[in-house]
């Protein structure tokens, strides 16, 4: 890439340079006084103004004023520019005098590209004594080109709409540390009838002295040089520069106050001055709608503020609000962790609840200071998990069903042909709900210095609290609520502690970039039932672990798992396309709530499997079943009538319902078709322990001690192979950044795959009553189930995770 650069810049001067006969340009480095250093080397150049790339670089919008000294005395003002650009966008006005004469310029920016690569055009025009200027209107098209943290090259190309005249400007800059501690840069600008030996040049250095100040020195082929400083305060700075002419005299001075654009600042607000504040209200999901989505919270997005906040050495404490949370348990074990390691760097911690449970309460205890509403309550109960019975409602209907279970544990379609659990389904269910329990108990316990028989006495003897009993309790610290955060603050900490918004805590990590693309890692989601074009989307999902294959930007795969199953094909066709995947960068599956039977298909060629404690894994099994008409068609009024050839052609047949679309088979199987079933079955089991085997490095036999369907946490899912480590998903982007081969200091970009839901949710009708019966884990199955009706699935029922 380096040396297409370069010959790109050859061949850019070679256009550039030719005969004219029209009056030349105003030099490059004249009419672009008030920069430092070259555009593409230092500091977004003048956010456009020179070269239009620099603004699509820019991370936030910026406004710089800059003007010049009438000579060398400070309170004098001659020359000025308002220079302003966002990202893709810029706008710039500059005014210069000389004696009565006065020139003033316009430009307008655009730019798009990225950290390595970036295109921009612009169009300048003019007004005043344009002609004793030297100034015409021009057509400019940039790149800046950063192949590496150490290079930054730069190309300008100024086009004049009035005459022949061109003009090319070279700039490059070297990062000799790969930092912005130390920059070289040099440029030259060639206009068309001139010679590469007439080319007016500059170069210089810019010098890191503190965090947000740079010393800036740059010499001209002139013999003039310039002698700079920046300081910056975050969101805002200073700086200036002395401009000396060819005779080494002081000629005059540029100043600069710049507004926006966050940057490292020189004064820091003092270590642990400041308090990030986190309102989990609403529902934790994976994604969003771009817009009026604002009751949802992001699960990625909450760990990754979390994990911001920890590692700035400003933030000493962070606050959060778990009023009005919805969330699963395992998201809110990430969670938990994500802030363990907050305070293990030292971050105290204040978490507010209002009515809490028990999900609310395991994630509230990890605080320092655990607050309740002096209204609230809360509800210690345990867990339960269970399931509910369709049997009857089946009988009832006159719709018969014929249960194919050949496996202990799969017990997927008992809902279907029990009124209770079965024994497999009772012993795994409990062992999970054990599991479960004794990793809350274990932790509480931990956090808030509880025995595990005082826990046990709370649950099951005390269960509901006041805000006052809870406090006698030691269950809380104090009572109060969100709205007077600041208060508890300060009688928690002894000091007024300032805010800091997440947008702002991004917007600093964002000040700190390096030249060039970071490495990138894809967060790919699966989630929902295993299905071709629902669900996981199969299909799509393909399709990105083809492209994430052949993507050499992209140096690991993290691949976020929560699904119950469903559609073995669908399951395999993700499974074989993530280990293609795999073959070509690392794969690091991370295993969210539930990742069992198909979602486990879709883990088991991960290079790690990552899981909570609390996921549900494994389930590896396949189950299958048969609604038939027995009666319904009679109570409904509706009859059917058919011709065939194939004497199994009527198998599935029946009457179709109206609106509903769904067929419901007039006669149940019979024992030939299924024995057939049966053997086709077992087969797709065999086949599925032998993928699992394959994947995971293990027997077959020693698949099958723990298959047959069977349910584990993620804690015996360690114990037994099927999961490599015990965590989460900054667990696994942590593994993939080391198998990645990157320094684990080195900043990364995680690519999410999607990114969101959308842009809003166009659900028609009643937006409520439809998304909760979408919603609603019951409806769904059925609605799954009588699409499939007979086909071999491995799959879990809703009941048997939590949600």
Same mark, same amino acid.
């Given at each position: ?523 790919? =989601? &699966? ?10 989307? !199969? %299909?799509? +999902?393909?399709?990105?672990? $083809? #492209? ?104 599935? =047949? &029946? ?10 088979? !007039? %006669?149940? +199987?019979?024992?030939?078709? $299924? #024995? ?128």
């Amino acid at each position: 890439m380096k040396r297409n650069s370069i010959n790109a810049a050859l061949l850019f001067f070679a256009v550039i340079a030719g005969n004219t006969f029209a009056q030349p340009l105003t030099s490059y480095h004249a009419r672009h006084a008030f920069l430092l250093a070259p555009s593409a080397a230092f500091d977004d150049g003048l956010l456009g103004f020179t070269n239009p790339a620099n603004v699509a670089m820019l991370r936030q919008s910026e406004t710089r004023f800059l003007w010049s000294t009438d000579g060398t005395k400070a309170t004098s003002f001659n020359d000025w520019g308002l220079f302003w650009g966002m990202r893709g966008l810029g706008f710039s006005t500059q005014r210069q005098h000389r004696g009565d004469l006065a020139v003033t310029e316009y430009n307008l920016a655009g730019g798009f590209g990225s950290r390595a690569f970036a295109l921009g055009m612009a169009y300048n025009w003019s007004t005043g004594d344009r002609a004793a200027f030297g100034r015409e209107k021009l057509f400019t098209v940039g790149s800046i080109i950063r192949p590496s943290r150490f290079l930054s090259l730069g190309l300008i190309g100024n086009f004049s709409t009035e005459s022949s005249n061109r003009e090319g400007i070279a700039e490059i800059g070297i990062r000799p540390l790969g930092t912005p501690r130390l920059t070289l840069f040099a440029d030259a600008a060639i206009q068309n009838g001139m010679s590469l030996s007439e080319a007016p040049w500059s170069a210089g250095a810019a010098l890191q002295v503190l965090e947000g100040m740079h010393l800036v020195g740059r010499t001209f082929d002139s013999e003039a040089f310039t002698l700079g400083m920046t300081i910056n305060f975050g969101k805002s700075g200073i700086g200036g520069q002395a401009h000396f002419d060819a005779g080494r005299d002081h000629a005059y001075n540029t100043y600069m106050i710049r507004a926006g654009g966050v940057k490292p600042s020189v004064v820091s607000s003092g270590k642990g001055k400041r308090y990030l504040a986190i309102n989990l209200k609403g529902r934790m999901d994976y994604h969003k709608y771009v817009w009026f989505d604002k009751d949802t919270n992001r699960l990625y997005e909450v760990l990754n503020n979390i994990r911001a906040a920890t590692a700035d050495p400003q933030i000493g404490l962070l606050a959060l609000n778990l009023s009005g949370m919805q969330i699963a348990p395992e998201h809110a074990w990430e969670i938990r962790e994500a802030l363990k390691q907050a305070q293990a760097a030292g971050k105290k911690l204040i978490i507010f609840i209002d009515n809490a449970e028990m999900t609310d309460y395991h994630l509230a205890s990890v605080a320092d200071k655990v607050v309740l509403d002096p209204e609230g309550m809360l509800t210690l109960q345990g867990f339960v998990l269970g399931r509910t019975y369709l049997k009857g409602t089946l009988e009832k209907m006159g719709l018969g069903f014929d249960e194919w279970r050949f496996f202990k544990y799969k017990s997927a379609m008992e809902s279907l042909s029990r009124d209770s659990l079965s024994e497999g389904d009772r012993e795994q269910l409990q062992d999970f709900v054990d599991d479960w329990y004794e990793l809350v108990q274990r932790e509480v316990c931990a956090s808030r210095g509880l025995t595990p028989e005082r826990f046990d006495q709370l649950i099951d003897n005390e269960t509901l609290f006041t805000a006052e009993s809870a406090l006698r309790a030691h269950l809380v610290d104090t009572l109060a609520r969100w709205s007077a955060l600041s208060e508890v603050i300060k009688s928690f900490t002894g000091n007024a502690l300032r805010s800091i918004s997440a947008n702002d805590l991004r917007e600093q990590a964002e000040a700190l970039q390096a030249w060039g693309e970071p490495p990138k890692i894809a967060l790919v =989601y &699966g989630l929902g039932v295993c299905a071709m074009d629902e669900g996981i989307r !199969a %299909r799509w +999902l393909e399709k990105v672990f $083809r #492209d994430l294959a052949k993507n050499p930007a992209i140096k690991a795969v993290v691949f976020r798992v929560d699904s119950p199953g469903g559609d073995g094909m669908a399951s395999d066709v993700v499974a074989a396309a993530l280990k293609k995947c795999s073959e070509k960068k690392p794969v690091i599956v991370s295993q969210g709530q539930v990742a069992g039977s198909g979602g486990y298909w879709i883990s088991m060629y991960g290079d790690t499997i990552v899981a909570g404690p609390n996921t549900i894994t494994g389930s590896i099994g396949v189950i299958g079943g048969w609604i038939y008409d027995k009666g319904f068609s009679e109570k409904i009024g509706m009859t059917e009538d058919h011709v065939k050839r194939g004497a199994h052609a009527d198998a599935g =047949y &029946g009457i179709t319902l109206p609106l509903l679309g769904v067929r419901v088979p !007039a %006669r149940n +199987l019979t024992a030939e078709e $299924r #024995d057939r079933i049966e053997t086709l079955m077992k087969d797709f089991y065999e086949t599925f322990v032998a993928k699992v085997a394959q994947g995971r490095g293990m027997s077959v036999a020693q698949v099958k001690d723990i298959a047959e369907g069977r349910i584990f946490s993620g804690i015996d899912g360690k114990a037994n192979g099927l999961v490599d480590e015990v965590g989460g998903m900054l667990t696994a982007l942590a593994i993939a950044q080391q198998r990645a081969g990157i320094d684990p200091g080195h900043e990364i970009e995680v690519v999410e795959i999607p990114a969101s839901k959308g842009l809003f949710n166009f659900s028609p009708g009643l937006p409520g009553v439809k998304t909760q019966m979408a919603n609603d884990p019951i409806l769904q199955f059925i609605k799954f189930m009588s699409e499939r009706n007979g086909q071999p699935m491995p799959l879990l029922v809703p009941g048997m995770y939590p949600e």
